[in-house]
């Protein structure tokens, strides 16, 4: 007799759900990553280094605030929905992530590399890739031609020049330890001492290139929550979203203020402050989005201009970057004089580049669909 296997699946909300938020949030990272102020690489306790103005704290509380809740969502979601399959044995889905994630982390990161490659052979675009510091790799050497052959092959496996696909090199790091992790989450005793460490390193913004704090606490949280049963649907009354919802707003206005004035009233001790902070945020910004955002899910996800463009959450995310920050510093050379034009390339420069991944995302699915699925992983067919 045949085996009937119980598969447990998610309903039809939740799945619609899950395909929202993975869409706002790489829509929203675009946004992040075209953060322009003067010091641009962002970290829980960056301080803008400039004064306060509209410009300014609009961006630092965008881009250092209320965004920052998507990729422990995205962790969170992963590790849940990883969990969901252990019907499917271990090798099968392991090779199944290699195809999925690996191979689309090689042809882009291929991508990036060959796209700054060609850029640094005009003189122009040459001062683009070198003013950006995306492949500065010391205090001379600021292009790929610079590199030596093992320094290039260091950028295409483990630290691409497109600098989004961190998520993707840890996420198949965390999918092929996943039997370790599920043994830890699921012991009385031992997954108090696992989550405790990763708490230690997500709260320190610890990272080692194949382990991040951040990815670690939370794509074990996905676990767990599958494993337990927990309710995703309703919040437990401790998880009110519209207190969570208070909090998150405030406490994004409160790290931004401190972020820019924080020195004056508390000296040094304001970076472990807004560092603290910045936790706060995104913790609250999770509970406020996941249970306080179902009205946002039902709205968009019955517009089917909506529900088609989401499928390119993953072109999106994988064709954004580098070109944004080049795009930011050419754009920056020509409108320096224009008022007001930090802000329109915050929010413009985005915009088209989205519109630009969608665009040729859906060029080339229909063109060459096979590609296509190379490309992406099999997603957004």
Request: glycine share 8%; net charge positive.
């Amino acid at each position: 007799m045949e085996q009937i296997i119980n598969t447990p699946k998610l309903s039809e909300f939740n799945s619609r759900k899950i395909r929202f938020w993975s869409f706002t949030a790489m829509f929203l990272l675009v946004f992040v990553h075209g953060y322009n102020l003067n010091i641009n690489y962002l970290q829980p306790w960056t301080a803008p280094g400039e004064p306060i103005s509209f410009t300014t704290f609009t961006e630092y509380f965008l881009a250092n605030g209320i965004f920052r809740f998507r990729i422990p969502m995205l962790f969170i979601i992963s590790g849940y929905l990883f969990a969901m399959h252990d019907y499917r044995p271990y090798g099968e889905r392991t090779r199944k992530r290699l195809r999925t994630l690996f191979a689309p982390y090689l042809i882009w990161s291929s991508f990036g590399l060959l796209l700054t490659w060609l850029l640094e052979l005009h003189p122009f675009t040459r001062d683009i890739v070198a003013g950006s510091h995306i492949v500065q790799i010391d205090e001379t050497r600021m292009l790929l031609h610079d590199y030596k052959w093992y320094e290039l092959a260091g950028r295409w496996i483990l630290i691409p020049v497109p600098y989004q696909l961190w998520f993707i090199r840890v996420l198949l790091i965390y999918n092929i330890a996943y039997p370790a992790i599920r043994w830890c989450v699921g012991r009385r005793i031992g997954k108090w001492v696992f989550f405790g460490i990763a708490f230690l390193m997500w709260l320190s913004t610890a990272g080692f290139v194949l382990i991040e704090g951040e990815g670690l606490l939370f794509f074990s949280l996905g676990v767990w929550m599958q494993k337990n049963n927990y309710n995703i649907d309703q919040p437990a009354r401790w998880l009110n979203p519209v207190w969570w919802g208070a909090g998150f707003f405030g406490l994004s206005v409160l790290k931004t203020f401190l972020a820019f004035k924080g020195e004056l009233f508390l000296g040094g001790a304001v970076f472990p402050v807004i560092t603290l902070m910045h936790k706060l945020v995104v913790i609250s910004g999770l509970v406020t989005a996941w249970y306080g955002g179902n009205f946002l899910v039902r709205f968009f996800m019955e517009k089917q201009w909506f529900v088609r463009l989401s499928a390119f959450s993953f072109m999106i995310y994988a064709f954004h970057a580098p070109l944004v920050a080049y795009a930011t510093y050419a754009v920056f050379t020509y409108t320096g004089h224009i008022l007001g034009y930090r802000m329109l390339t915050f929010i413009f420069l985005p915009l088209a580049i989205i519109i630009l991944s969608i665009s040729l995302g859906a060029l080339i699915r229909k063109l060459m669909p096979q590609f296509y699925g190379i490309l992406t992983g099999g997603r957004g067919f």
